[in-house]
């Protein structure tokens, strides 16, 4: 599995409740975009459209050597998931406060996935916590050294 994006913000700014993995629909100047890891996925967010699941402002580059076919790096894309799967996350989303978002893209057996995660926001205070929490361990780590 070779990880090509990563959400390091995500665990900060939210809590993540649970973690799906689902595949992509891209063309092929976006794959080999990707492949060259001209990939952002910080600002993205997933949601329902229609009984189908969208990734919103995902930024993936122009390919350098694409020509007038090219893509528009802020696209929208569709993710490929079972009715089953979509089905459940629908009524999780729809409860106030949730949403998907994208944790990391990756190629795995060749094919780009995307893993999504079912997410809270967190407050202010949760995140003074999660940095004391933090300062602790960094601190009980150097004194066992």
């Known amino acids: 599995m070779e990880i090509i994006a990563k959400n390091r913000k995500a665990y900060f700014q939210y809590e993540i409740l649970e973690k799906i ?4 629909v891209l063309t092929g100047t976006e794959v080999k975009s990707v492949r060259n ?5 910080n600002e993205s967010f997933a949601h329902l459209n229609n009984g189908e699941i969208f990734v919103y402002e995902m ?3 122009q390919y350098k050597q694409g020509n007038r076919q090219n893509h528009e ?3 929208v894309r569709k993710l490929l998931l ?3 799967e979509i089905a459940k996350i629908a009524g999780k989303i729809k409860q106030k406060g ?3 978002i994208p944790l990391s893209l990756y190629f795995k057996e060749g094919v780009v996935k ?3 995660a079912l997410v809270r ?3 202010k205070i949760d995140k003074r916590e999660d940095i004391k929490k933090r300062d602790i361990d960094r601190e009980i780590q150097r004194a066992m050294r």
């Open 59 to 61: 930024h993936i580059g």
């Open 82 to 84: 079972h009715k089953r």
């Open 114 to 116: 995307v893993e999504l």
């Open 21 to 24: 993995e689902a595949g992509i």
């Open 121 to 123: 926001g967190k407050t």
């Open 73 to 75: 790096p802020k696209r």
């Open 37 to 41: 890891r001209d990939v952002s996925i």
């Open 98 to 100: 949730y949403t998907m």
